[in-house]
């Protein structure tokens, strides 16, 4: 069984930094791509970084500069590393994961996780 296991979230002032790890197990295949997504209240589900299966990273424009996504392929594990952390970073935040489906497909994953929050105060 596949799963997605997320961790890190929590509440942090602005300007602070929070690191998110989500380890992917159970999954067959060498290839995938893991993506970090948030959604805040009221608003759509959006992208805010990730790794295709070739190394290729992407960021959201909202968080380029600030946000660092990383990969640890030995225990399947994808970090993002949050600084400069700003109240509009403020959402549950998911990662999700897929053989095909990438960065600017949409959100049609086949594995997500259960999410963490992270809650930036002013």
Not at 91 to 120: I, R
Request: glycine share 12%.
């Amino acid at each position: 069984q596949v799963q997605l296991v997320e961790s890190g979230g929590g509440s942090v002032q602005t300007g602070g930094s929070l690191t998110l790890a989500c380890t992917l197990m159970g999954y067959g295949y060498s290839d995938y791509c893991m993506v970090w997504f948030r959604q805040a209240a009221g608003k759509e589900r959006e992208e805010v970084a990730g790794i295709d299966s070739d190394g290729t990273i992407s960021y959201a424009d909202s968080v380029k500069g600030r946000f660092t996504i990383s990969q640890h392929k030995s225990n399947n594990t994808l970090t993002l590393r949050m600084n400069s952390l700003k109240p509009d970073d403020t959402a549950m935040y998911y990662c999700a994961a897929d053989h095909a489906y990438c960065w600017g497909m949409g959100t049609d994953y086949a594995y997500w996780g259960q999410g963490t929050q992270v809650t930036v105060s002013s």
